[in-house]
């Protein structure tokens, strides 16, 4: 049987659906449930885990309280709703975790959030900071001003972009479904659950079918897509029936479930993407003394570029050249072309002070930097 062991993951998201934590019957949450969950994720952050939530359930909380009718809503009316739950949402997360030791943070996120590159750069930062100062970022849709057009409108693609946004290792679907069957099971008594899927291949996709709960708007095709975003973003992905207590500690002990392998590790999947999918807008050339501060791990600071060329806006992928025009490496740059020019050469003291420039001040941070050389080992 394939059964990865969950300490070995470092950087975990669990994606929990709305209708695990909300009764939807008395339109309230179902806390003793919640908080079994949280002591499985609060034993993953002692042992050295990052935990990031990616919750569901803020317009079945608030739907309740409007007396809004039950079935189908109106957007503006999803998004009243999502307004009112979403603060009784984050307080039940935020107290479950702080009666273990953790702190919670919560985040609202749009579609621009994850997929523009400057907002995407932001939230990034943001969540590493947070899991840098140990604490678990709560993350839902900010389903109040996300409009029709682009919106997620559903939390497991949403969970599978903050997985590769955060680089995650593995990613966790909590719902009401066993896993992957190769027959609907609702229609076929005879389906067989599929535990381990090395690759999506088209055959796979066909099994998804489209089954989707009252509360649940994402049906499996929706967690098939989430398969895809999370393994080709470098983290494995495991679709987990979350309704009995402890259903993290279940996936562990190798309960029935279905794992989606990634080819690839998160650092892999992410410099392959800036070296690969990016188009450089602009060139940076670097002295000696950076240059071998960059073999050696560094980030690419200031101080040791010498030029700048290019019209780059930050968070564009730019080509790093040593002294003698040779191609050193690619990377998303923390500056605009404008400001690029008037913090080159200069310290990161003198950035602060002259300039005003607050909290990060390097011209490319290592994790965005990809050496020439490094995909081929
Ligand atoms: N963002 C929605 C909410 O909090 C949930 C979307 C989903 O169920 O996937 O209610």
Redesign the pocket.
Known sequence: MFLPNLQDFKRIVIKV??SLLVDSKRGAARREWLHGLVDDLAELHRGGADILVVS?????LGRSVLGLPKGALKLEDSQAA?SV?QIALSRIWAEAFAQRGIIAGQILVTWQDTEERRHYLNARETISRLLALRAAPVI??N?TVATAEIRY????RLAARVATMASADLLILLSDITGLFDAPPAKNPDAKLIPMVPRISAEIEAMAGGAASEL???GMQTKIEAGKIATSGGAHMVIADGRQPNPVGRIARGEPCTWFLTPSTPVTARKKWIAGSLAPQGVVTIDDGAARALASGASLLPAGVTAVEGDFSRGDSVIVRDAHGGEVGRGLVGYDVAMAHKVIGRSSRHIADELGVEGRFEMIHRDNLVLAGDLTE
Do not use: V
């Not at 569901?56 to 079945?60: E, P, T, V, Y």
């Not at 409108?153 to 497991?156: A, C, F, L």
């Open positions: 659906g709305s569901s359930g803020a317009i079945a999502a739950g839902n849709e389903d409108g559903d939390n497991d649940s708007r994402g």
